[in-house]
C-alpha cells in the first residue's frame, strides 16, 4: 500500500515512465490516475516503439520524480505520483529497470520497493537531447569549408508546452572573430525541426586541422535568454564520431559527407 498523500487519508496515484537517458517527451509514458486508493492495481500496458538492441544495452527505465531544479520534470524515470486537483502533483517514490536484464519475447515481473529519492547518476554518463543531421565539405573551388544543417530529432521540449522553437548556432573556433558564428532560421514549437541551411567559412584547407566545430542548438525565448537544448563540437581533438567524421571531411575535398550526431547537454553558456 502506499502511505496517505491527502487530506482523507488516501491518493489519487498515477504511474509515469521514463527511458534514460533521453530527454524527449517520446520518452515518457503514463497510466491513467486511479482515485481514493491507497493499493491501486492498473493493468495497464504501456508500449515504447523503436527501441533498437543498442537501446536495450545501455537504457533505464525509470519510475520517477519530478525534481525541483528541473522544473518541468525532464529528469524523470518509473515514478508514482499523487495527482492533485490544484495541479501540484506530488512524488510518491520512483524505482529503476535496467533494459538488459531483460530477455527478448520474454515477460518479467518486478516486485520492487519505491525509494523517496533515486540520485541522478550523472557521471561520465551524459544526458543525450536528440540528435542533429550535419553535412561537411571542403570545397576547392570556394577556397572553404561548407556546414549543412539538415534537421534534428527528438529534442528536449523546453517550453511549458512541451514543445521547444529551436535554431542552431555554429562557431568555429578558436580565434576567427566575428566571421566565425553564423546561425539558422528559427523553427516554431517543433522537437523535430528540418532547417536544410547552409553556412560557408573562408579557410583554407591546412588550417582547418586546427579548428574545431561547435554546434549547439536553443530553444529561442522572446523576452529572456535563449535556452540551451544541447550541442556537439566536432575537430580534430574530439572522439568517435564526431572526430570521424570531421577526419573524412579534411581527407575528401569536394565530397559532402553527411553524419548524425547525439546533442550533448554540456554546461553552456546563455545564448546571445
Known sequence: ??????????????????????????NKLRTKTLRNTRNPVWNETLVYHGITDEDMQRKTLRQGQQEPRDPLGWGCGISVCDEDKFGHNEFIGETRVALKKLKANQKKNFNICLERVIPVDRGG????????????????????????????????????????????????????????????????????????????????????AKKSLDISVWDYDIGKSN????????????????????????????????????????NHVASD
Not at 4 to 15: K, Q, R
Not at 148 to 172: Q, T
Open 1 to 26: 500500500g502506499l502511505k496517505p498523500m491527502d487530506s482523507n487519508g488516501l491518493a489519487d496515484p498515477y504511474v509515469k515512465l521514463h527511458l534514460l537517458p533521453g530527454a524527449s517527451k517520446s
Open 125 to 208: 554518463d551524459v544526458e543525450e537531447r536528440g540528435k542533429i543531421l550535419v553535412s561537411l565539405m571542403y570545397s576547392t573551388q570556394q577556397g572553404g569549408l561548407i556546414v549543412g544543417i539538415v534537421r534534428c530529432v527528438h529534442l528536449a521540449a523546453m517550453d511549458a508546452n512541451g514543445y521547444s522553437d529551436p535554431f542552431v548556432k555554429l562557431w568555429l573556433k578558436p580565434d576567427m572573430g566575428k566571421k566565425a558564428k553564423h546561425k539558422t532560421q528559427i523553427k516554431k514549437k517543433t522537437l523535430n525541426p528540418e532547417f536544410n541551411e547552409e553556412f560557408f567559412y573562408d579557410i583554407k584547407h591546412s588550417d582547418l
Open 227 to 266: 535556452d540551451y537544448i544541447g550541442g556537439c563540437q566536432l575537430g580534430i581533438t574530439a572522439k568517435g564520431e564526431r572526430l570521424k567524421h570531421w577526419y573524412e571531411c579534411l581527407k575528401n575535398k569536394d565530397k559532402k559527407i553527411e553524419r548524425w550526431h547525439t546533442l550533448q547537454n554540456e
